[in-house]
């Protein structure tokens, strides 16, 4: 049994203050995400979401010249480019794609040109790696408060918008008619998006930051029939994710004779698509046998 | 400036703006910007798996590239397309940061694979950049008219006998090729902003698609060149010059037409 206990839970595991930080940090960034991220899948925001992840790395990367929190620099590089995308972006769809996509590209330029800054001039080359694809384990104990606190605010503002929000995700005429103020309710969102992306690229990095938005909730809105079935089962799916991809990173510590461990982003992006492709294939055996009882049941819902 | 090993990647950047004018042009009428950003950022772990295992760069990107596109296409088949896209991309992403950390000593080499540096183009990688671009550009124009219709509205598309489906692969399959050649000279990050940018822009200047296309190319090229001689002026990244440039190119192009319609 205990043979069975050291095989899941290499040595250490519990009494090290790093994993300790990284799953609270994790699991908090997770439940944010995921949440955050149902309202973004519904709402077709997706490149939205991932350009803010991507434009982070702008941040985190200025916030490493400057010697300041991460987080701060993600929030920050953030609301700019959540203004810039939606005074550019205001007239439709494809309009709004283009304008994310200029915005995404001279935010990566910034990028590419702090980074290259920070190399010239503290010559840590490791900056780069470390702001795109993150380390859950190296986040700092010290920013732990101001990740409680951004999850709290996050839960406020989601319980405050979350009936208008639901209703303006589904069908904004409607919403219209039903006296919600619609561009208040996109301008408040983009506003959560923001902060529960900086979360989420303070644990996995910037450019995978877009796994814990997306992932979960794509999975759980395949799964589930009502939206607070899926914020939950999104949450579940995000924070078990991130939890084992903790305890994997740290048994591959073990797995080969040079000790060099596997990075914790691999595995919470890898069991999140494995998450996904699983819900496709129960979704897709569910319907096949729908078909076989009543087919006009899958007809009119297809 | 235009002497050497510069002659060579100036020949290739103007090859590389060439095929991101007319591919980019497609991409902002089909509203495919997040496909096109997703191409190029998931070809990049292909780089990476290039380095850790040696075998030819271009080789890894195409190679990831096609998965893009495979991936892609397929949860697209029942997910939301823009949700498609971002779970491809990050499934590609994750694995590169695998590759990263397996080849942490190349970190500088991963920087300019993720930027843009101005490196020695050689010869031979010259030639077969071209030949990758004719077969674009080719591709393009055989397919000129169903990829535009189709772009315009799929279910005209449709009435004049083309599959919107089938339109869809064979044009992200050409944005994927695209994507892999311009890789190692503007950096994965900002290959997508090449194509979107400068096109994105000539297509508020003109709407005849001919005058768009043709614009795009000029404008495309315009800032690949501005973007060459300023980084190699300042040593700094070829990406932040590109990056800002076809910003600058977009918000000029909307102020002026702006300005144009108040008057």
């Known amino acids: ?302 | 400036m235009f002497s050497g090993f510069m002659v060579n990647t100036w020949l290739a950047a103007t090859v590389v703006a060439i095929v991101a004018g007319v591919v980019g042009f497609f991409v902002v009428a089909r509203g495919a910007s997040f496909a096109a950003h997703a191409l190029c950022a998931g070809a990049f772990p292909g780089a990476a798996a290039a380095l850790v295992l040696g075998t030819s760069t271009l080789g890894g990107l195409v190679a990831f590239a096609a998965l893009g596109v495979a991936g892609i296409t397929w949860i697209n088949r029942k997910g939301r397309r823009d949700v498609a896209t971002a779970l491809t991309l990050v499934t590609l992403l994750g694995l590169g940061a695998l590759f990263l950390s397996m080849a942490s000593e190349y970190a500088p080499e991963v920087e300019s694979l993720l930027f843009g540096q101005i490196l020695g183009v050689s010869s031979s990688e010259l030639v077969f950049l071209v030949l990758v671009a004719t077969l674009c550009v080719v591709t393009i124009g055989v397919a000129f008219r169903p990829l535009l219709l189709t772009s315009v509205n799929e279910d005209l598309g449709q009435t004049q006998g083309i599959a919107p489906k089938r339109a869809d692969l064979a044009f992200l399959a050409i944005l994927g090729l695209a994507t892999a050649m311009a890789v190692p000279v503007v950096g994965t990050l900002l290959v997508s902003t090449l194509m979107v940018g400068p096109s994105a822009a000539a297509q508020i200047l003109s709407p005849r698609p001919f005058v768009a296309l043709m614009a795009s190319i000029a404008l495309a090229a315009t800032t690949a060149w501005l973007a060459v001689a300023l980084a190699y002026r300042s040593g700094w990244p070829v990406g932040f010059f590109v990056g800002t440039i076809a910003a600058l190119a977009y918000l000029t192009a909307r102020a002026s037409t702006s300005a144009r319609r108040r008057c």
Do not use: K
């Open chain 1, 1 to 302: 049994m205990s043979a069975l206990f050291h095989a899941l839970f290499a040595r250490g595991l519990f009494s090290n203050p790093a994993v300790h930080t990284a799953a609270i940090v994790g699991a908090l960034a997770a439940i944010s995400a995921s949440v955050a991220g149902v309202f973004t899948v519904m709402r077709g925001q997706s490149f939205a979401g991932h350009a803010l992840g991507d434009l982070g790395a702008a941040g985190g990367s200025a916030a490493a010249l400057l010697g300041i929190s991460p987080l701060v620099g993600f929030v920050g590089i953030g609301a700019v480019a959540a203004v810039a995308m939606s005074t550019l972006g205001s007239h439709g769809r494809r309009d709004r794609d283009v304008a994310t996509g200029v915005v995404l590209g001279a935010g990566l330029g910034v990028t590419g040109l702090l980074l290259y800054l920070d190399t010239t001039h503290s010559s840590t080359t490791g900056a780069a790696v470390s702001v795109m694809f993150g380390s859950m384990f190296a986040v700092a104990p010290s920013t732990l408060p101001a990740v409680v606190a951004a999850t709290g605010f996050l839960a406020l503002c989601l319980g405050a918008l979350y009936r208008p929000l639901l209703l303006s995700s589904v069908m904004s005429e409607l919403a219209a008619v039903q006296g919600v103020r619609v561009a208040l309710v996109e301008a408040s969102f983009l506003g959560v998006l923001v902060v529960a992306v900086a979360l989420s690229a303070l644990t996995v990095g910037a450019v995978l930051a877009t796994a814990l938005l997306i992932g979960p909730a794509a999975t759980a809105i395949r799964l589930a029939r009502s939206p607070g079935t899926a914020i939950l089962v999104a949450a579940a799916i995000g924070v078990g994710s991130t939890w084992m991809a903790i305890i994997l990173a740290y048994d591959s510590y073990y797995w080969s004779a040079s000790h060099s461990g596997w990075p914790v982003s691999f595995f919470v992006v890898s069991l999140i698509f494995v998450a996904y492709l699983v819900a496709e294939l129960l979704s897709s055996v569910g319907s096949r046998l729908a078909t076989h009882r009543d087919p006009s049941v899958s007809r009119t819902l297809s």
